[in-house]
Antibody, heavy 118, light 112 residues
Framework: QVQLVQSGAEVKRPGASVRVSCKASGYIFTVYELHWVRQAPGQGLEWMGWINPNSGGTHSAKKFQGRVTMTRDTSISTVYMEVSSLRSDDTAVYYC???????????WGQGTLVSVSS | QSVLTQSPSASGTPGQRVIISCSGS????????VNWYQQLPGTAPKLLIY???QRPSGVPDRFSGSKSGTSASLAISGLQSEDEADYFC?????????????FGPGTKVTVV
């Protein structure tokens, strides 16, 4: 079955960077785009962007362009999302999700809590 | 601010029918299919409805979706206590940034 397993919680200082990983299994890694979605405490879901694991091509929401980098390592079926210049309002649970039927996000990772505090 | 709008809350008693609406525009709902996600407290979102009205395997038929023009709806029939959750609509938006995936702000469903 499809599984997305994310890296563990992180605590960072403002201005630092954080990299979250998402390891895929149960399907052919290069076939489906993988998305990143975040959720601040008590807030809704915010789409950040996607990566094509085959080509490495990416597309991100305008507000994250220049500060978010998405990469992949096909040898270990893993995608990464790095956020730089962290601010306190980047504190959130970050999810990876696999795009599937008709552009929906059918499989989700368990989430990674990133806390940014001085 | 999301380009999609949802009422912040909805409630019903067990067995009732609850309808959640999602409003957008011609650049998103008006030209792309709508998906719905259910998020139970403390868990990752789960795909509930895709392509406006299709249920993934395992989703009870109490949940149904529809779309008309630039609005979409999720109906929960025979409301159960385990349906108490946040529900988010989502679709693709073809705007100035290219093709972005957008979520509505969410509707909290309470079973009273």
């Amino acid at each position: 079955q499809v599984q997305l397993v994310q890296s563990g919680a992180e605590v960072k200082r403002p201005g630092a960077s954080v990299r979250v990983s998402c390891k895929a299994s149960g399907y052919i890694f290069t076939v489906y785009e993988l998305h990143w979605v975040r959720q601040a405490p008590g807030q809704g879901l915010e789409w950040m962007g996607w990566i094509n694991p085959n080509s490495g091509g990416t597309h991100s929401a305008k507000k994250f362009q220049g500060r978010v980098t998405m990469t992949r390592d096909t040898s270990i079926s893993t995608v990464y999302m790095e956020v730089s210049s962290l601010r306190s309002d980047d504190t959130a649970v970050y999810y990876c999700a696999r795009e599937g039927l008709y552009g929906s996000l059918g499989n989700w990772g368990q989430g990674t809590l990133v806390s940014v505090s001085s | 601010q999301s380009v999609l709008t949802q009422s912040p809350s909805a409630s019903g008693t067990p067995g009732q029918r609850v309808i959640i609406s999602c409003s957008g525009s011609s650049s998103n709902i008006g030209r792309n299919t709508v998906n719905w996600y259910q998020q139970l407290p403390g868990t990752a979102p789960k795909l509930l409805i895709y392509s406006d009205s299709q249920r993934p395997s395992g989703v009870p038929d109490r949940f149904s979706g529809s779309k008309s023009g630039t609005s979409a709806s999720l109906a929960i029939s025979g409301l159960q206590s385990e349906d108490e959750a946040d529900y988010f609509c989502a679709t693709w938006d073809d705007g100035l940034n290219g093709r972005d995936y957008v979520f509505g702000p969410g509707t909290k469903v309470t079973v009273v």
